[in-house]
């Protein structure tokens, strides 16, 4: 049923921290792996080699120039579904093949029902849907609902492949409608956004936003300079093996 | 977004077969039978070939009749429910003036006829009036333009090939529709240009717009993707002026001029070429003006990937 449920019981999601994300790739490449062996059909690699590589991919990460004063700085942004309260995606499929989850919110296609008219791509405003090639059936983020209960793992891997693998602990995986979890406690402590509020499609997802470190304040100010850094001379155990591999 | 065919000649062809089917519930119910039977049936033609077209556009049309049960939430649901009641409706009022039977329910089927084509086309225009995610489409203007098309194209088939259904006075309806259907489609393209992404832009999409102005640095991949292959379609600004002004010229201006060589002639054959090169030049107008619905019209998506 493409209706959307009133409420869910539980609102699991991502909390992203942009102020951490190096933009590795780790939870791309990991998610999927998973993925393309996970829930569903594979994740299609039309032309995964050459020059003009092409495949369907559950999270990707953008970058983006910030401008403050004079001072530039990237940040990483890593997004895949937002697995929205208000998830436009849902409602517009004719097929039933996409719904949002009453028992904890997760946004689903049921790839046995899609019959690949590409709609929910189209409704959702973040590009989060993304159409399998080989199998014609609409691919999204799961937030990997086939490891977090998955009795088979163990208990530290039920948590979604891109949270398990992130080098910088950039993504964090809970309840976002419990106030005591870990991830509502952080967007409660940090500056959190949604995307594209103006959408109204109330994503479950948070981001929190870089500190004020990205700022102009710190970087431009005078004393504090990159060279001093470099020029810097290492001691204890340090000047020690510098010295062993500079000869001196 | 690209402009795929197959939608085009969906939305075109289904809007100008359920206008005749409408305009055949307006005049049918007392004009000759044999006309009215041999319009309704290209009526019905036309509408099937448009949504026989649209399952070109599924990657699994195989299951296509489940696109039939989600009417409850989903526009592209409620108008292939409606497409298939109206086409049955068609179909009994077209079997009722053949064999001449059940006189009563045919006027009712008549008026029912042209409600439930109106509806129809109403359901494939919200189809696109509903995604916010394309702030262009996002306006009542949007099925305003689809029903004016559809109303015009239905109208000006009909005056084409069977004239002999309408009244004198339907010369005028034919200008009223021709002038009133562009005149919306003129407002619609107004709003278009000013609304562009509307309030979404590169800083509430990354929500980093306390940081100043955001630019996008990198794309995730170096390749295009489904996504901008899908919502990045772009059409050069010039390219977009000339387009829109052969669709005025061909859609309206040069069936303007055939109009009064119609209406001006006493070469009876000159006429019917007229007529015929009337509905050719509109119906040609409407298709351009529906592919560039598609071609001008951009999705916040990209936000995230390139400069909008
Ligand atoms: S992010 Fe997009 S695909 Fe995911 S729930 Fe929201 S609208 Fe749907
Ligand atoms: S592509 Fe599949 S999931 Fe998406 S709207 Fe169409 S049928 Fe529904
Ligand atoms: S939750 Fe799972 S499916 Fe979603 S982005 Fe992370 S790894 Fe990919």
């Not at chain 1, 951490?20 to 594979?42: D, E, F, M, Q, R």
């Not at chain 1, 990707?60 to 940040?75: D, P, Q, W, Y």
């Not at chain 2, 007392?30 to 070939?49: D, E, K, P, R």
């Amino acid at each position: 049923m493409t209706s959307l449920p009133k409420s869910t019981e539980r609102k699991l999601g991502l909390v992203i921290d942009l102020d951490v994300c190096v933009g590795c790739h780790a939870c791309v490449t990991n998610c999927k792996a998973w993925n393309t062996s996970g829930y569903g059909a594979p994740l299609a690699d039309e032309s995964p080699y050459g020059n003009d590589p092409s495949g369907v991919w559950l999270n990707r990460i953008h970058s983006f120039e910030t401008e403050k004063g004079e001072m530039n700085a990237l940040v990483h942004f890593p997004k895949s579904c937002l697995h929205c309260d208000d998830a436009p995606c849902v409602t517009v499929c004719p097929t039933g093949a996409s719904y949002k989850r009453v028992s904890d919110g997760i946004v689903l296609v049921d790839e046995a029902k899609c019959m690949g008219c590409g709609l929910c791509a189209w409704a959702c405003p973040y590009g989060a849907r993304e159409m399998d090639p080989t199998e014609g059936v609409m691919k999204k983020c799961t937030l990997c609902v086939d490891r977090i209960y998955n009795k088979n793992l163990p208990e530290e891997d039920r948590e979604p492949a891109c949270v398990r693998t992130c080098p910088t602990n950039a993504r964090f995986f809970g309840d976002l409608s419990d106030p005591d979890s870990e991830v509502s406690k952080l967007v409660a402590n940090r500056e959190a956004v949604d995307l594209m509020p103006e959408q109204e499609t109330n994503p479950v997802n948070q981001y929190l936003l870089p500190t004020e470190r990205y700022g102009a304040e710190q970087l431009g100010s005078p004393d504090f300079n990159l060279a001093s850094l470099a020029t810097q001379k290492p001691g204890g155990i340090l000047s020690w093996i510098d010295n062993l591999f500079n000869g001196n | 977004m690209h402009p795929a065919v197959s939608i085009i000649v969906f939305s075109t062809f289904s809007g100008v077969g359920f206008g005749i089917c409408f305009w055949l519930g307006v005049l049918g119910p007392n004009a000759n039978a044999q006309t009215v039977i041999i319009a309704g049936f290209f009526g019905l033609v036309l509408a099937v070939i448009g949504l026989l077209s649209s399952l070109f556009h599924l990657r699994r049309p195989a299951r296509a009749v489940r696109a039939l049960s989600q009417w409850r939430s989903s526009w592209l649901s409620r108008e292939g429910v409606m497409a298939i009641v109206t086409l049955s409706c068609v179909f009994l009022f077209l079997v009722g003036r053949f064999f001449n039977l059940f006189i009563d329910l045919v006027t009712i089927l008549a008026v029912l006829m042209s409600l439930l084509s109106l509806a129809t086309v109403y359901s494939t225009a919200m189809i696109y009036t509903q995604l916010k995610a394309i702030p262009a489409w996002h306006t009542i203007l949007t099925p305003l333009v689809y029903i004016g098309f559809a109303l015009l194209s239905g109208m000006a088939f009909i005056f084409s090939f069977m004239s002999s259904l309408l009244g004198d006075g339907m010369l005028l309806v034919n200008l009223v529709l021709l002038l009133g259907s562009w005149g919306i489609w003129f407002l619609w393209v107004l709003r278009s240009d000013r609304i562009g992404l509307g309030s979404s832009n590169v800083e509430t999409a990354t929500g980093l717009g306390k940081f100043g102005n955001i630019t996008p640095f990198e794309p995730p991949h170096l390749g295009p993707n489904y996504l901008t292959r899908e919502m990045g379609y772009t059409l050069p600004r010039s390219k977009s002026r000339l387009l829109r002004a052969t669709t005025l010229t061909i859609g309206l201006v040069i069936p303007l001029l055939l109009f009064c060589f119609i209406f001006f002639s006493s070469i009876p054959w000159l006429v019917e070429v007229f007529k015929f090169l009337y509905f050719c030049s509109a119906f040609a107008g409407i298709f351009i003006s529906r592919w560039l619905f598609f071609a001008e019209a951009r999705h916040t998506t990209m936000l995230y990937y390139r400069k909008e």
